[in-house]
């Protein structure tokens, strides 16, 4: 069975990792990279950290807007499917680079899975909510990681088409947690107190408005704590484009790799973010998490005490922000051995 795995972005190289390493003990994976994360730290570096095979096609399509990036990787891939003829496509996460994917071979009438399936913000402001929508109405089989996924499938009628498996994310932080606590030097390399926040900040309506993100770092400014900032590339631009200073408790460092990002969050106190991904890694590790976002995919990390939603409007932000400790346990809600299952399931198709 020849099965073409399409990745493009930093958090899908991080699901990637334990599906790939399972999948190549039953059949044979062809990886597309589209190029969408190309610096060496948002890619290379994860490919890297997971022991990801190098991709077999790159298709360097870079930034660009969401039309012009979208329509590049879709007829790349069409090429390439139509020369490789796969048995399965399998998509991850909520990237421009999943949505053209699934469409390119759907469209070929190539058995189409999304992992990562049925979750909703509602917000369609978000790129990734219309490629979450688009991307599970035209996939064939839907691998869903929570049960509020399921419900959001039979909400929009596809559920025949869902499997609850679990959430891969699962498998990645245990088979890496250890090494990374183990042999990260992150902490010696950039000279880290050793009681610290960390943060990260991308998604578009938090940075692409430069006095958002002015507000943010200001208010986090005030907070009389270290915080640890490693930037994303679309973050950073705008900072210096917009010359918006990061006041001095916020030490800013380059994106980190997956090892070095977990021992990261190992060592923090509490961890602030917009990020869908970090929000889970910090429920399994039992870390604070505040997301700086209206609404979250993740609900579970809420409902369970860990997550905290929040505003940075709000007039008591600062205060919220340190006195939110969650206490007790974190249920296993995203599943274990999700790799496994994802594989079994496709075999048996
Ligand atoms: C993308 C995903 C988002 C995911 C995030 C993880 C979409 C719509 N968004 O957002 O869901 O959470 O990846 O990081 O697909 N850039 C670089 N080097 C890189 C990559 C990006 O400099 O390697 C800069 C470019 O200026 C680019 C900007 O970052 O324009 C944004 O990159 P893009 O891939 O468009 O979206 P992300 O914000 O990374």
């Not at 990237?95 to 071979?105: D, E, I």
């Not at 090494?179 to 998604?203: N, Y």
């Not at 590790?285 to 409007?313: F, K, S």
Request: hydrophobic share 40%.
């Amino acid at each position: 069975m020849k099965v073409i795995s399409i990745v493009g972005a930093r958090p899908q190289f991080i699901k990637l990792g334990p599906f790939s390493k399972v999948l190549r003990e039953n059949a044979s994976e062809i990886i597309i990279h589209t190029g969408q994360h190309y610096d060496e730290k948002m890619s290379d570096l994860l490919f890297k950290d997971l022991k990801i095979p190098a991709p077999d096609y790159n298709l360097n399509i870079g930034s660009g807007t969401q039309g012009v990036q979208t329509a590049g990787m879709l007829s790349a891939i069409e090429g390439i499917l139509l020369k490789e003829k796969p048995d399965f496509v399998v998509v991850f996460g909520d990237t421009n680079s999943t949505l053209a994917g699934a469409l390119a071979s759907v469209k070929l009438r190539i058995p189409t899975v999304h992992i990562e399936a049925g979750l909703r913000s509602f917000n369609r402001d978000m790129p990734e909510e219309i490629n979450r929508v688009a991307t599970d109405h035209i996939s064939d089989y839907l691998f869903v990681p929570t049960q509020t996924g399921m419900l959001n499938l039979k909400n929009e009628g596809l559920l025949g088409k869902g499997f609850l498996t679990g959430d891969i994310m699962v498998d990645s932080l245990n088979d890496n947690l250890k090494k990374a606590v183990e042999i990260s030097k992150v902490e010696e390399q950039f000279g880290l107190h050793s009681d610290f926040f960390l943060l990260t900040l991308h998604r578009p309506y938090n940075v692409d408005d430069p006095s958002n993100l002015k507000q943010i770092v200001s208010k986090l400014g005030n907070l009389n704590k270290h915080i640890v900032f490693p930037i994303h590339p679309r973050t950073k631009n705008i900072l210096e484009a917009h010359k918006i200073s990061v006041p001095s408790n916020i030490l800013c460092i380059p994106p980190q790799g997956y090892l070095d990002f977990l021992k990261l969050q190992w060592l923090s106190k509490k961890i602030i973010t917009d990020s869908g991904g970090i929000q889970k890694e910090a429920y399994l590790l039992g870390r604070a998490c505040i997301t700086l976002r209206p609404e979250t995919e993740w609900i579970e990390t809420v409902q369970h005490g860990w997550n905290m939603l929040l505003d940075y409007l709000e007039d008591d932000f600062e205060e919220k922000l340190l006195n939110f400790l969650p206490t007790g346990v974190q249920p296993p809600v995203f599943g274990d051995g999700v790799a496994k299952k994802m594989v079994d399931i496709i075999m048996s198709l």
